[in-house]
């Protein structure tokens, strides 16, 4: 396949820039000038072409069909503007940044400076961009539009000389996931309900302010002459700042919840939406103190208006007012999960059809073009699927092997829990079942247990009863508490750059110098050493550096391979559903894959799409996968 290597210089000033505006927004924008555009065809030399014109013009006589285009961090920006202004249809959208991802993002980092350092590629010289910050391509010197054109040159020179070195560390079926990633990005499907989300947007700003108002009169922040907006304003200061709100706890006679801060070791009020203690304030005997705690986390709460207007913001900047769906490929660097940005769609809140709420625009506003419907399909548990099969725990393998659509783990540890025929199990008692395989089967002890069980599945337990079901759990699974004290014996073995024998069963994951090779990949630990807690003495281990270091230990690993595996099986299904039908995903979601097709087409799809999820991969032929999906006009109809 022929290689095209590109890379665009654009307006940016202290105000209008990727750091100030989002990515979507900006490349649409009619201030984001393009001043100059390199292209690099295969190893030939790279041309810049200078003015807005000028490189729509050049780029209209170029066949793209016949290429495989790249760009360093083309997947955030440069594919945006080469598709939406451009008019650029590759045969393949390619991302050097991405592609460096699995493999850099702990280590040496991603920015094509370090790149380039670490691959001995060069130097980036920045002089020529920062020199022209604010001005347009007018206002350029000659001086500088050779600067420029220098700096442009190396750009894509570079880029395509770190391309040839991450090909063969990265697999073909990689590569086309990055490529599939992109496509969500710049050729998206869902058509915007705008109408419901301003509508939503609106109320929503409505409810808001007539609880700040109300917030106000109740703790006495309101004084006579105040307008709605003055007194919404002082609620919204008092309950905003922890230490004001905790002044007003101390006015009213009430203890103000504490906590150690992590960061000085010293005693700060606990007033943070995880912290428990402030959360059991909305219980409070208090009526005036139950009705602040509330307010004050509803008030901190702007996350339902923000994703709205950015859903808004980036519907309208697209040319044809579609959704574009932002993904990062390879977002969790060490399980190759994807991850959102920008306004996440892979978080979007769920629906509950019984408790409709504002947040269901969201999901509502994502709506299929007429003639056409949303299918969507997911992997049941697949997580806690992999994570028995992985440690081949023998009663939960024999549950999904006999019913692969019913056989409910949940209720299956509720009945043993609680000594009681499985059909007899409570929806209670299942809730109980839920939480325990979600929060304990990557090692939590009976304390993170307690607090998972309640902010999880609003389970209230005791110490005592914590202290049960966690050793109970672990009496009947102990194949995966075995697992986990495998995972950290391999630890050393890495450190030392060695190889060793798998840690699973099946033979599958194997110790390596670089972390953990799987069937699939590598779980990367960078750096794997030994380090003293500071705040236990004990030593750990660590990888990484700076904000990128992090402790790994027991069940941590085992979090890992399992996430990295779960991933591994939807990414197949996601290229396999490809070669079967043509189709790219609409939105992919760590267990679940969303397409837009024709009416017609809907339900055969459907039928391809559960039978490639329900089918084992070829890797792991003895995994027992399952499926649900369904086909409605909006994402937020279906299932």
Known sequence: ??????????????????????PIAYCMHEDTEIISCAFKFDDEPTVVVFGEQEVIDYCASVDWSQYWVVGHNLSGFDAMILSWRLDVKPKLWGCTLAMARPIHAKDVGLSLAKLVAHYGLGYKDQSALVATKGKHLCDFTEQEIADMGRYNVADVDQCYQLLRRLIPQTRKDEVRLIDMTIRALVEPRFDANSTLLADTLAEESIRKQAMLVEAARQMDVYEIGMDDDESAAAALKLL???????????????????????????????????????????????????????????????ILQTR???????????????????????????????????????????????????????????????????????????????NHFLWQVPASVALYKADPEKADLYKDFASKLYDIPIDDVSKVQRQVGKVAHLGLGFGAGWKTFMTVAKLMGGVDITEDESRDIVDRWRSEYSEIVQGWKTCHLALPTIMRGATGKALDPWGMVLPAPEGLKTPKGIIRYPDLRTERNEDDNRMEFVYGHGRNKARIYAGKIDENIVQHLARCVIADNALTVQKLTNLNPALMVHDELVYIVPDAEAQQVLDTVQQVMRTPPTWWPELVTWSEGDIADTYGDAK
């Open 240 to 302: 905003s700042s922890a230490a004001k709100f905790a002044a007003f706890l101390r006015t009213i006679g009430v203890d103000v919840p504490t906590k150690v801060s992590l960061t000085t070791g010293k005693e700060i009020p606990a007033l943070a939406k995880t912290d428990e203690a402030f959360l059991a304030l909305q219980e409070h005997d208090n009526p005036l103190v139950a009705a602040a705690a509330s307010s004050r986390l509803d008030a901190k709460s702007t």
């Open 308 to 386: 709205i207007q950015s859903f808004l913001t980036a519907a309208n900047a697209h040319p044809q007012r579609k959704v574009p769906i932002p993904l990062k490929y390879y977002g969790a660097d060490t399980t190759g999960r994807w991850s959102g940005w920008g306004y996440n769609p892979q978080n979007l809140p769920r629906i509950n059809p019984y408790n409709p709420k504002p947040s269901d625009a969201l999901r509502k506003s994502l709506v299929a073009p007429p003639g056409h419907k949303v299918v969507v399909a997911d992997l049941s548990g697949i997580e806690l699927r992999v």
């Open 1 to 22: 396949m022929k290689i095209a290597t590109v890379d665009l210089e654009t307006y940016w000033a202290v105000n209008h820039s990727l750091t100030k505006m989002s």
